[in-house]
């Protein structure tokens, strides 16, 4: 049954072990924070035992929490980038809870976000924030589509987003849940957007790809997300999603690897702590 705009719908379990994880960083980890969100953890209102979770093990699934928080300060660190050179637009494309708008108001206020992401959950994470004493500023977008039904550039169109100006447009752990087909039409269309917008989004190497330790995570995470009725369908080699962002029609394309990451938020650590090598960054400007 689909979701009426209006009608609340709580976020999927991947959303939320995605906010559980950054907030964990936060509260297990040591510092230096690659990345610091407890707004989420606030917005998903977890029971109280949530850390007691098998999914929320510390060391089981530390791999993952530095992969969820290496992506999204990459992302934040790439839009301040793009900010300095007067991009004034940022695409969520599944924001889920994002929490950017609360968390960087000051960065964000310089920007028009656009929140894409389907109408009950978004509706449910509206109210969330409004009773946690969180307005909607102007520059805050929250738009609901119905990905089997409706256009997302069409909605985003006619929430204001301009077309014809350059923007920063995020997809973090999306990829590995749509077909291949689909993700196509997706670098399709942002790569039919102004000059100079750029695409950041994440995608899930194949299995092989990544060595034996990992790869029993792997197969937990996807027995997981299988179980819960969102499967992974979608992997892609790093030569193959450039070559597919390059046939969109991206005039620059780059492959941030694992280690590209490892060098720039994890060197030197004192405890070890090290992001997944199963989803890495493509970086795709039109």
């Known amino acids: 049954m689909i979701a009426m705009p209006d009608e609340q719908v709580a976020p999927d379990s991947t959303a939320i072990r995605v906010a559980l994880w950054r907030a964990m960083h936060v509260q297990i980890d040591s510092p230096p924070y690659v990345f610091h969100d407890e707004i989420g953890l606030r917005l998903a209102s977890p029971e109280e035992s949530w850390r007691s979770r098998p999914d929320m093990d510390p060391q089981a699934t530390s791999q ?29 494309l599944g924001a889920g809870l994002d929490t950017f708008a609360q968390r960087r108001p000051e960065l964000a206020a310089r920007l028009t976000v656009f929140e894409i992401d389907q109408p009950g959950p978004q509706a449910w994470k509206r109210q969330r924030l409004a009773e946690l004493g969180y307005d909607i500023p102007d520059w805050l977008r929250l738009v609901p589509v119905d990905f089997e039904v409706d256009s997302w550039c069409d909605r985003l169109t006619a929430a204001g987003f301009d077309p014809h100006r350059p923007a920063v447009v995020a997809s973090t752990g999306v990829s590995m849940y749509l077909t291949k087909e689909t993700n196509i039409a997706t670098l399709r269309q942002i790569a039919k957007l102004a000059p100079g917008t750029t695409l950041a989004t994440t995608f899930m190497v194949p299995l092989e790809l990544v060595g034996p330790e990992e790869q029993q995570l792997r197969r937990y995470v996807e027995q997981g997300a299988r179980a819960s009725g969102t499967p992974f369908i979608s992997f892609f080699g790093p030569d193959e999603i450039v070559a597919l962002a390059e046939d969109a029609g991206f005039a620059a394309t780059q492959h941030i690897s694992t280690s590209d990451i490892d060098r720039r938020y994890f060197a030197d650590r004192a405890d070890g702590l090290h992001p997944t090598e199963s989803e890495q960054i493509l970086v795709a400007t039109s």
């Open 64 to 92: 993952m929490r530095a992969g969820i928080v290496s992506r999204a300060r990459f992302i934040e660190d790439l839009l301040a980038e793009q900010i300095e050179h007067g991009v004034d637009q940022y695409v969520l």
